[in-house]
DNA sequence: GTCTATAAAAGGATAGAC
DNA sequence: GTCTATCCTTTTATAGAC
């Protein structure tokens, strides 16, 4: 093997191909995110995943042993990713309202995401057999965000911009009025996503609300 | 059978029993109902519901015929007592504050009762398998919540009280204000129910912001 | 590591007696 | 209407060849 091939191998020592092609063990990473989402825990067979992945079920089983631990890789992997682009949005804004203008959207495109939903759907569904995951899934999504969100509201009082004595109550009931019933009927499957209108009116909304309330004497 | 015994026999023609024992029926209903909110629809089996009904599994298909029939009924049949108390609170209130308070206790009291919340995962859950229960659901449990709650904003915006120009998106926010936090908490099985002092700073906190953002000029 | 074939168990639904 | 006993399909998991 040549010489800059030693920064790729972190995990086999006996590849024998450089290029590092698709592994059948990212393929059932995939496949089976696909699948748990889609169908839930339970609905979800090991033999769908091994179909949808293109490899023999015991395939998957020499990888991951069984098929609740195959669940934990997939769910803990992502949860990272979940909310992440939020923090940026916050320090640059010129002022306030166009701060938390920005914010509300990129929290509901983040929240109305089609696999966001679906995570949510399987992690809540799920909980009571996997509480560790849906402990993760909390302090790495909603909660995140939710703190995220009171630390700069601590600031805006402590500069006196606005007056937000509770900053951790505020926050979470603001992100609770921003999904209002968006969210419910989303999460029980009901009707059509909300367009573009429906984010700027649901948008303004909340943040107005949020500005009178909260508005320095 | 006696002459008043005609407005009892709507279902059966050949009782012989005076008083209407706890029949059958109704102790496959109650099980039904505690094994599917409690294991969710794929992972309860009829032989748990025979068993805890006390009953073999050939008398609940001889009642109901199949096991989503069963699920169907059941979570339809309490659909309509969910939110039901609500109503009242809203016109006899002396003042708005008092109103919002009330209704706002009322709203989290039905909400995070442990029953509608595995009503509500479950329903969830499951809202792709059945989509016309979701809808069920949620027409009789959150929308109306919401209805009820924008006619009062809308009367009270109509009387000049307060101003709220958008009564369906107002309710909204604010039941979802309402909900915060707790609920997500709630429905993912994670930490302890909220206490007394919780729901009070809760409402306290909604019920304020409300006020101050849509107090009348 | 990966496959085909199979074991072992669970669960939805039905047959037939009473 | 109700029970016991059974069928048949699906599904998790494993054995053994290559």
Redo the contacts with the bound molecule.
């Keep these: 093997m040549g010489p800059q091939a030693a920064t790729a191998r972190d995990r ?1 020592e ?1 590849v024998t191909e450089e290029r590092s092609a698709p ?3 990212d393929a059932i990473l995939d496949a089976a995110r696909r699948v748990f989402l889609e169908a839930g825990y ?7 995943i ?1 179909r949808e992945a ?6 998957i ?3 991951f ?4 631990a195959l669940f934990g890789a997939i769910m803990v992997a992502r949860a990272d990713h979940f909310l992440e682009p939020l923090p940026e949005a916050v320090g640059d804004a010129p002022d306030v309202a166009a701060a938390l203008d920005g914010l509300s959207r990129r929290y509901l495109e983040v929240l109305l995401a089609p696999e966001a939903v679906a995570r949510f759907r399987v992690v809540m569904a799920e909980s009571g057999r996997f509480p560790e995951l849906a402990e993760v899934f909390y302090r790495s999504g909603p909660r995140r965000a939710a703190d995220r969100l009171a630390a700069y509201l601590a600031a805006l009082d402590a500069g006196g911009v606005l007056r937000v004595p509770d900053p951790e109550m505020a926050a979470g009931q603001f992100l609770g009025a921003l999904r209002g019933d968006i969210f419910i009927r989303y999460l029980l499957g009901l009707g059509e996503p909300p367009t573009e209108a429906d984010i700027d009116r649901t948008v303004a909304h909340a943040v107005g609300a949020f500005l009178g309330a909260h508005r320095a004497r």
Tied chains: 1, 2.
């Design positions: 086999h006996d592994s059948k063990r339970g609905a979800a067979s090991m033999d769908a091994a293109g490899v023999s079920k015991q395939t089983y020499a990888h042993g069984a098929k609740d």
